[in-house]
T-cell receptor
């Protein structure tokens, strides 16, 4: 159980393009989803936290107009990188957690999206 | 905020030997400590976790120990196998469902 599916796994596109990444919880309802960015051989950097039906909370230094997050349902959150530039190239990973019986469950991660902007 | 340090950054062991990865945290309010394994090109996978009311937890070849007083916790892998080779991340949070603060990762190589 606790499977998180992230799509696409890899994107290569031209500078100025907007890219949408989907994160789905396949067998549980995700009350909260997290979006991370990971540079090569580095740790995960939290970008934003989104709760279903409400606006995402962005970490300091993350441009909310650049990285649009939508968490419209309990099983789907999307991250849109608007007008992407080469410096946005990175590995983007989502995670999701649920609440069962009043207790929070651990975060489960998707397999990430490798974004390359030419 | 919370600061999590992880050591070593790289670790090589012979197959069958044990591997130990250590993390320290700064915020005494942190009470949940998961460990994740990340293989190349994949997302992190939860392998074991521990809550602050427990000092040790074991799952087959994997164990985690927690010292709340010293604010450090460790991952122990016994009888290592080549498929254990990956990057391991520790994390700390206040509450299971809240923001994780990740360590910097340990690249483990198990030599056949």
């Amino acid at each position: 159980g606790a499977v998180v599916s992230q799509h696409p796994s890899r994107v290569i596109c031209k500078s100025g393009t907007s890219v949408k990444i989907e994160c789905r919880s396949l067998d549980f309802q995700a009350t909260t989803m997290f979006w991370y960015r990971q540079f090569p051989k580095q740790s995960l950097m939290l970008m934003a936290t989104s709760n279903e039906g409400s606006k995402a909370t962005y970490e300091q230094g993350v441009e909310k107009d650049k990285f649009l997050i939508n968490h419209a349902s309990l099983t789907l959150s999307t991250l849109t990188v608007t007008s992407a530039h080469p410096e946005d190239s990175s590995f983007y990973i989502c995670s999701a957690r649920s609440r069962t019986g009043g207790f929070d469950q651990p975060q489960h991660f998707g397999d990430g999206t490798r974004l390359s902007i030419l | 905020g919370e600061n999590v340090e992880q050591h070593p950054s790289t670790l090589s062991v012979q197959e069958g030997d044990s591997a130990v990865i250590k993390c320290t945290y700064s915020d005494s309010a942190s009470n949940y400590f998961p460990w994740y394994k990340q293989e190349l090109g994949k997302g992190p996978q939860l392998i074991i976790d521990i809550r602050s009311n427990v000092g040790e937890k074991k799952d087959q070849r994997i164990a985690v120990t927690l010292n709340k007083t010293a604010k450090h916790f460790s991952l122990h892998i016994t009888e290592t196998q080549p498929e254990d080779s990956a990057v391991y991340f520790c994390a700390a949070s206040f509450g299971v469902g809240n923001q994780f603060y990740f360590g910097t990762g340990t690249s483990l190589t198990v030599i056949p």
